[in-house]
């Protein structure tokens, strides 16, 4: 590949960042912040699999990368439409190609000029995610390439180590936050959260939650965010602290502990729509058996909305775990009859 190379002569993402001569990590940013497998990434761009977590119809897709002589890296964030299967727009993927090589051409890492930051600033497939999930992403770099975490991640470690001034939050910032939850298996990290975690104001726990929604971690940690999040539950009060626990839980939707945890919810007779929201749209592991999910239909037609279902139920079936489930349930001969009836309008209005 040369600085003038047309951009046909490239025929993905993975193409590019390896003629560059690149090294380069993949993540998923669109409903929560994780590695994105180079392999699987090489297939979705192939259309061999459908992109595996789908926002609202794109792939939002984060790309680190850095030559090997500099260790800081350059990233792209990038908004990629998905056809009605979930497969990659790979018109779109093309143009977003044929911009940055016309930009470019083969040195991705160069100083760029004033007429080449044009070109890049009307990317039309570039966007700025939510500041918690940069956050996020920015400490999950670090901890993959082994960079020190921010300044900010001092200040929250002696927050929550001073085990007693907790209104002193104020020093507390939220990439200090998402640096010791990347970080979350280091040192005595779980020991200090899981002392805290009872203690910790509103304004520390909803960053705190927004930070672990994005991170895997034991199993001691995810039964005292459950523990938590049943006890916020049992009063009517605390409904922003529930959702902000709940979400808490969503990369570890697929554990056992957690997964009984919602069929108990499922189970009462009432959950506010914030919760069914957060289900699907952050904890969707959860929900990946028929019964879970035919539970999980009941509890949000019982809202009576048709546009609320209608909207989730299009956003579940977008997601390749889901979508084998969720027709599974619309097609047992178990469905209530409210469930045949909003499947029914709802198949009637597309």
Known sequence: MTDTAPATNIATLSELLKLSGSQYRLYD?????????????EKVELNQLPYPTPTQGYACIAIAFWQKKSSQPYLWLL????DERGLLNQGARNHFIAIIVEALGADLTQETSKK???LLSSNPYLFTPAQYKLASLNSKIKVDLKQAPSAYFSPFKQYLSNGADWDNWQGVGVQGITDFIARIEHEDHIVLLLNALPQLPDEVLSPVCSALENQQYPVALIDAIVAAFENALTDSASLAKAMHLLRALAANSQHIHVRTAVEKLLRNEHISSELLIILSGRCWQALADEKMLMCYFEQLLSHDDLTLFSSIFKDLVSIPLIRPVAFQCIRSENRSPALAQAIGQLFGQT
Do not use: C
Request: charged share 35%.
């Open 29 to 41: 940013i669109g409903r929560l912040v994780s590695k994105l497998p180079k392999d699987l990434f």
């Open 79 to 82: 908004k990629l439409p998905l």
């Open 116 to 118: 080449q930051e044009e």
